[in-house]
Nanobody
Framework: VQLQASGGGLVQAGGSLRLSCAAS????????VGWFRQAPGKEREFVAA??????RTYYANSSRFTISTDNAKNTMYLQMNSLKSEDTAVYYC???????????????WGQGTLVTVSS
């Protein structure tokens, strides 16, 4: 499985971004996808996760973010609204066999895309 994240960039506080993550390869081997982020000097943290079927979705604690999937395109998205400076981080997409908030549950990772929010 290969994951390719994109959509990061520089945005002003209060703005929006939509991250994308295109999947290829043996995608039938996993059933959950997630987004994590890592700010400079901090550990990677959970942002959102969703079963590929769409039945269950987990979020960290923000109602400003929405995870979604497009099965036909084998792509997952993270819509981020009302962005704050503390959202600045490298955002990673991931795929695994079970829905979880734990990084260890995800076997496949994208390369990360940088989101910078200026205040």
């Amino acid at each position: 499985v290969q994951l390719q994240a994109s959509g990061g960039g520089l945005v002003q506080a209060g703005g929006s971004l939509r991250l994308s993550c295109a999947a290829s390869g043996r995608i039938f081997s996993w059933s959950a996808v997630g987004w994590f982020r890592q700010a400079p000097g901090k550990e990677r943290e959970f942002v959102a996760a969703r079963e590929w079927s769409g039945v269950r979705t987990y979020y960290a604690n923000s109602s400003r973010f929405t995870i979604s999937t497009d099965n036909a395109k084998n792509t997952m998205y993270l819509q981020m609204n009302s962005l704050k400076s503390e959202d600045t981080a490298v955002y990673y997409c991931a795929a695994g066999s079970s829905l979880s908030r734990d990084t260890l549950s995800y076997e496949y990772w994208g390369q990360g895309t940088l989101v910078t929010v200026s205040s």
